[in-house]
């Protein structure tokens, strides 16, 4: 391991609920990591970069190589004081050029069949990227108000359409239901939410907790912006498969009973371990 965080970074992570972490991977890999996006990209199967593809380390040796290749568990498991790290799965979001596609305020933390409070992600800038430009921007702290806020595919204050929600996969429009507390314009109270935005340059990263509030707005730039989230796993993480979370792994996948500590290696690959 040789990124290694400091005390003041650790503190900052638990309680702000993210930090960036400047060329967290170094030029030559990002490079290669673009390289990799790029080649999925071009595959009839890929979903143009949208979040949806993912999960790809079983499939994809190059990613799955990055596994074992980056410091990124390694940063993962001292943020979390955790002793070992598992992947759940890692996803290219892609936006290219002018293209007015915001991911609204959100935490991941609803969307996953996951509990515990040792899970974080790593997003990997692959290009350049400023916040006006879609790099992420995170509500400080959010992750320990304790509040699940509905997942919505609508802005803050507007509608979810549920029907379109339970079509991008089962129930998830019902679950969504499920959860009263909704998202504001948290960006429309400075004087109630420290909102923390971040530019980033290839290899850099920014490593959050699941429950931390966060979004990217559209990109008015001129430029593609290309980035993929590791999701990672610590030592308190729980199967939580509740009807309507991301069935990227299901109840079908592992052989984990609801409420088990994750422990499943085949499919949720142990990728670090302190020794
Ligand atoms: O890259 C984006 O625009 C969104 C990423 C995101 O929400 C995530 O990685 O959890």
Redo the contacts with the bound molecule.
Sequence with gaps: MTRVLTDEEIARFRADGVIKIPRAVDPATAEQMLAAVDRLLASPASRGGT?MDRHLHPHDEEFRSFLHTTDLPAVAAQALGSQAIRIYFE?I?V?GPEVDRP?HWHQ?HPYWPIRGAQVA?T?VALTSSSVEA?A?EFVKGSHLWGKTFRPSNAAPGEMPDFDAMNQMWDNFGDLALSYTDVIEPFEERPDRFDIVGFDVEPGDALLFDYRIV?R?RGNGSPNRRV?V?WRWLGDDARWAPVPGTDPVIWTDDTWLQPGDLITDDDTFPLVYKAV
Excluded: M, V
Aim: aromatic share 22%.
């Design positions: 979040g996803q979001f936006k991911f991941d992600s997003w879609s992420l966060h990217s980035a989230s």
